[in-house]
C-alpha cells in the first residue's frame, strides 16, 4: 500500500487521524500523571507513619538501656548504625529527589512552592510529564551517571551494612524492603541490555521517577524499623519489662459529626503484642484487645466535648503482679455543616455554567447530595455547575447521601443571587472609543462587543448597528447595519474618510449567552 498514491483529501484525513491519536494518548498520560502524584501524597504519608514508629522503637532502646545497660549495650550499638546510616542515605536521597523536583520546576536551585502546580485538586510538578530529567540527571552517558552510579553504590552499601548487623542464622527472620541494584538480565529475543540505572530512569516520566523515590524513602524506613525491631527483640527474647510505662490513646479523629463512629486505638508506648491486655473503662466496662492494642469505638448520639477515662492492667511476667496505668483523652462530636463556595463570584449568573465546590466537614464529597430551589445543579466528587434562568435569590441545600432515602438529614443551606450577565461594549474591532489614527481604523471590518473585567469567559454577538458618519462642511450621512460586519455602503463611507472626521455608532444591539437582546451605549471615534 506505500505505493499507492494518495489524494489530498485522504492524506488530510490521515494527518486528522494521527493528530486525534496523539490528542488521546496525551489524555491518557494526564491521568496517568495525576494518579503518580497521588500515589507519590499517600508515600509520604505513610513515611510521617513510619518515622514515628522508628522513634518510638529508639525510644525503647533508651529505657532499656537505663534499666540494663550492660545487657542491652551491644545491640543498642547495633541500632545507632543502622540510624545513622538510615539517616545518610534519606539525606542523599531527599537531595537527589528535591533537584529532580526542581529541574521540573522553577529552575532556581531549591526546592519550594513555584516547583509545584494545582491541578484536580492534586499537587503535581510543573513539567511532570518530562521524560528527559532523569535520564539527564541519573542515566547518561549510556546509563552511566556519575550521580547515578553513587546512588547505586549508596544502595549496595546500605543493604551489606545492615545485613552485616544481624546473625546468619536469623537472616531470614528479617525483611531488606531495599531491593538490591543489579543489572536485570535482557529479556529473550530482544537483544537489548539495560542496565539497573537505564530500566529504572531512563525516558521515564519525572512524576514516575520522583514517586519511585518517594517509594525507595519508605523502602529505607521500612527495612530501618525491621532491623531495629530484631535488634530490640534480641536483648531478651522471653520477656519485656516495662519501666516507666505511659498509656497512650491514639484517635483516628477527634472530631467526629452526630451519626459518626468515633474510634481510637488505646496502647502502650512499648507494648508486648504476645500480653493480653486488660483494659476497662472507668465504670467497668471492658476494651476488646487485638494483638496487644486495645479497640474502642462508641457511636456519637449528642453533641459537646466528650470524656474518655479507663486505665490498663499489665502483668508482670515474673511475679504475676498486676499494675494499673491510667489513661485519659478527648474528643468533640459537632453538628454536620455544609460548605458551598462559589468558584468565580459571589453571585449565579442567567445562561451560563457557574461552577461551585460543596464540601461539608466529616463527610466524603461522594456521600453529599446537594439541590438548588431554582435552576439546575449538576455534577459529582464536590465539583457541580449551577445554572440559573431569571434573577432573584435561590438556595443551595446540602444533605447526606447515606439518608436521602429517608429524605436527607440536612447539612447546610446557603443563599445566592442571581443576577444577568452585565452588558458589553460596542467597539470597533476591539478598539477603545476616542481619537484613533485613520489608517487602524480603516482596518477593521466592524463592530465587537467587548465584556471587560468578567471573570467569566462569554461572548456577545452584535446583531444591528447604525453608523453615523461626521465630516466637516458636509452633510451628515446615515448607515444602518444588520450583522456585526460593515456593509459595503458602510466600507466606503469609511474608506473616503479623513483626518479630522467624526464616527458614531448607535442603536447597537448585541445577544449574549442568556438569549436576552441589549441595546448597548453609542460610542464614538475621531480619526486622527
Known amino acids: 500500500m506505500a505505493s499507492v498514491k494518495l489524494s489530498p483529501r485522504q492524506k488530510m484525513i490521515n494527518m486528522m487521524y494521527l493528530v486525534l491519536t496523539a490528542m488521546l494518548a496525551l489524555n491518557v498520560s494526564a491521568e496517568i500523571l495525576k494518579a503518580f502524584a497521588m500515589i507519590n501524597k499517600s508515600l509520604e504519608d505513610t513515611n510521617l507513619t513510619i518515622d514515628q514508629k522508628n522513634a518510638a522503637l529508639y525510644t525503647a532502646f533508651e529505657e532499656k538501656m537505663k534499666d540494663e545497660p550492660g545487657k542491652t549495650k551491644a545491640a543498642y ?13 534519606l539525606d542523599f536521597v531527599k537531595k537527589v529527589k528535591e533537584k529532580l523536583i526542581d529541574e521540573g520546576g522553577n529552575k532556581n536551585g531549591k526546592l519550594d512552592e513555584p516547583d509545584f502546580k494545582i491541578e484536580g485538586g492534586v499537587r503535581r510538578i510543573l513539567d511532570d510529564g518530562n521524560i528527559d530529567i ?53 529479556s529473550k529475543g530482544s537483544g537489548v541490555k539495560k542496565n539497573w540505572l537505564q530500566s529504572n530512569f531512563g525516558e521515564m516520566p519525572l512524576s514516575g521517577v ?89 457511636r456519637a448520639t449528642s453533641e459537646g466535648e466528650k470524656k474518655l477515662n479507663g486505665y490498663i492492667l ?62 439546575t445543579l449538576t455534577g459529582s466528587g464536590g465539583k457541580y455547575v449551577v445554572r440559573v434562568m431569571e434573577p432573584g435569590k435561590v438556595n443551595v441545600d446540602v444533605r447526606s447521601k447515606s439518608e436521602a432515602g429517608k429524605g436527607g438529614s440536612m447539612l447546610g443551606s446557603s443563599e445566592f443571587r442571581v443576577k444577568y450577565v452585565p452588558d458589553p461594549i460596542a467597539t470597533v474591532g476591539g478598539l477603545p472609543a476616542g481619537s484613533v489614527a485613520s489608517t487602524k481604523f480603516k482596518a477593521q471590518g466592524g463592530m465587537i462587543a467587548l465584556l471587560k473585567d468578567f471573570d467569566f469567559d462569554l461572548r456577545f454577538e452584535i446583531r444591528s448597528f447604525r453608523l453615523i458618519y461626521l465630516a466637516p462642511r458636509k452633510d451628515a450621512q446615515v448607515v444602518s447595519v444588520s450583522g456585526p460586519v460593515f456593509t459595503q455602503a458602510a466600507q466606503n463611507i469609511i474608506r473616503n ?12 444591539k448585541a445577544v449574549g449567552p442568556d438569549k436576552v437582546t441589549r441595546t448597548l451605549p453609542a460610542v464614538t471615534y475621531g480619526l486622527n
Open 210 to 298: 520522583v514517586t519511585l523515590f518517594t517509594k525507595y524513602e519508605s523502602d529505607i524506613r521500612n527495612t530501618e524499623s525491621e532491623v531495629v525491631t530484631y535488634l530490640l527483640g534480641s536483648i531478651d527474647a522471653a520477656s519485656f519489662k516495662f519501666d516507666q510505662v505511659e498509656a497512650k490513646v491514639i484517635a483516628k479523629s477527634n472530631y467526629v459529626l452526630t451519626g459518626q463512629d468515633f474510634e481510637a486505638d488505646v496502647m502502650l508506648v512499648a507494648y508486648d503484642s504476645r500480653q493480653n491486655l486488660d483494659i476497662r473503662l472507668d465504670g467497668g466496662a471492658v476494651i476488646p484487645v487485638e494483638n496487644g492494642l486495645g479497640k474502642y469505638k462508641a
Open 77 to 89: 550499638d547495633k541500632a545507632m548504625t543502622v540510624k545513622r546510616e538510615s539517616k545518610e542515605l
Open 497 to 508: 474618510a479623513k483626518p479630522g472626521d467624526r464616527f458614531i455608532f448607535d442603536e447597537v
Open 314 to 375: 499489665v502483668k508482670n511476667p515474673g511475679t504475676g503482679e498486676e499494675t494499673k496505668y491510667p489513661f485519659t483523652t478527648s474528643y468533640t462530636v459537632a453538628r454536620p455543616a455544609a460548605v458551598v463556595s462559589p468558584d468565580k463570584m459571589n453571585v449565579f449568573y442567567i445562561g451560563v455554567d457557574n461552577p461551585v465546590s460543596i464540601s461539608a466537614p466529616g463527610v466524603k464529597p461522594a456521600d453529599l447530595t446537594p439541590s438548588i430551589t431554582k435552576g
Open 134 to 186: 532523569s535520564s539527564t540527571l541519573l542515566v547518561n552517558p549510556d546509563g552511566k551517571s556519575k550521580l547515578g552510579l553513587e546512588m547505586k553504590d549508596k544502595f549496595s552499601d546500605f543493604r551489606k551494612k545492615l545485613i552485616a548487623l544481624i546473625p546468619q542464622v536469623d537472616r531470614d527472620k528479617v525483611k531488606i524492603h531495599l531491593d538490591d541494584p543489579i543489572d536485570p538480565s535482557p
